[in-house]
């Protein structure tokens, strides 16, 4: 028969048993993940000092404890001193044969949105993409045509007339652009995974970033110095933070703003495969601005091929950065108000059979 230690261990949500004095006795796992701080520290410690619940529940939690009644509540925002709120659904219950124990479980719903908005973001890539490619070379010739019989005609006209064939060029060049960016986004190669410092990389793109497109920003860092290294293509991982550092840079605006860059480890992270297996993601990476955030029309859609926030946007960036996130089997996710946007990065660790051998 299992014990009740491996039970508890096995949990996939975070768990707290409780005390009579409302002080933690136990947590799991997935609740030392969920709070970012170890069981050492969580142990005795008064449960709502930890736990941040937006929610007046402390009377709805005694009155189960008084009447040996379970309690549920959903869409609960839940948070700690050491992470943002996400929507939890809240379970407690009276520990049986345990005068005063109480159990309680936290259902993050994060984790379930983000699963279908990478599933659909990558769907809708492919299609769009796909059926972008066929198209791209066809309509790439009769725009070489368009443009040159532009250029002859603007070579016998004069005043306005002059400016509209000017109009019809730099149109025309645009679309051609547009289409480069297309067939690049299809032509992205397969990751090559190797071990990848992800710091080096975080390093990599805050320099570029500065030296460019962001040069009126302040891009501070807020690293785990303990952060293993993660598995994936460092060259495309570059790319994606480049394209997140960039989409702050540009919705600042010319009065700039403060871009940052933090990281840290999330032992309870899973994302659960289409095959019902599990994989471990515990390597986070926050790009977080204090621009004025998505619009909301497009909140939902953000990760689709073709949708920008922006005039004259192509709408690809972000798209490519779903593209490779999904091809690392990874997670991204946005969380976005005004004054404060967040894009998530969610990434696999080095096997173990891939880490350095130690000589």
């Not at 709120?85 to 993050?108: D, F, N, T, W, Y």
């Not at 973001?121 to 198209?135: C, D, F």
């Not at 952060?227 to 840079?249: E, F, I, M």
Request: with cysteine; proline share 6%; net charge negative.
């Amino acid at each position: 028969m299992i014990s009740d230690a491996a039970l508890w261990a096995s949990l996939p949500v975070p768990a707290f048993l409780i005390g009579a004095d409302n002080c933690i006795l136990d947590v799991n796992a997935a609740a030392e993940g969920f709070l970012n701080t170890s069981r050492r520290g969580l142990l005795n410690q008064p449960v709502w000092q930890q736990i941040a619940i937006d929610a007046p529940i402390e009377a709805s939690f005694e009155r189960a404890r008084t009447q040996g009644t379970p309690l549920f509540v959903n869409d609960i925002d839940v948070g700690s001193r050491s992470r943002a709120p996400l929507q939890c659904g809240v379970q407690i219950a009276p520990v049986q044969g345990r005068k005063g124990e109480m159990l309680l479980l936290l259902s993050p719903r994060e984790l379930a949105a983000r699963m279908t908005q990478n599933h659909s973001a990558k769907s809708a890539a492919q299609s769009a993409i796909g059926m972008a490619e066929m198209l791209a070379h066809e309509i790439k010739n009769p725009l070489a045509g368009i443009t040159g019989a532009a250029q002859l005609l603007s070579m016998n006209l004069s005043g306005e007339d002059v400016e509209l064939t000017d109009l019809i060029v730099s149109e025309s060049r645009r679309i051609v652009k547009l289409l480069d960016q297309v067939e690049q986004f299809g032509n992205l190669s397969e990751p090559q995974f190797k071990p990848v410092n992800l710091h080096d990389v975080l390093d990599r793109a805050r320099r570029s970033a500065l030296l460019g497109f962001g040069a009126n920003m302040t891009i501070t860092e807020d690293y785990d110095p303990s952060l293993p290294l993660a598995w994936g293509d460092a060259d495309q991982l570059l790319q994606v933070v480049l394209n997140l550092l960039k989409n702050a840079s540009e919705a600042a605006g010319p009065s700039g703003g403060t871009i940052r860059i933090h990281s840290y480890y999330e032992h309870s992270f899973r994302m659960r495969r289409s095959d019902g297996t599990g994989k471990l993601l515990p390597l986070q990476i926050e790009v977080i601005d204090d621009g004025p955030g998505l619009p909301e029309a497009i909140r939902e859609d953000v990760f689709d091929p073709f949708v920008s926030g922006r005039e004259n946007g192509t709408g690809l960036g972000l798209a490519l950065v779903s593209k490779i996130i999904a091809e690392h089997n990874g997670w991204i996710s946005v969380d976005s108000v005004p004054g404060r946007t967040v894009f998530r990065l969610s990434l696999s660790r080095i096997p173990k059979d891939a880490e350095p051998q130690e000589i």
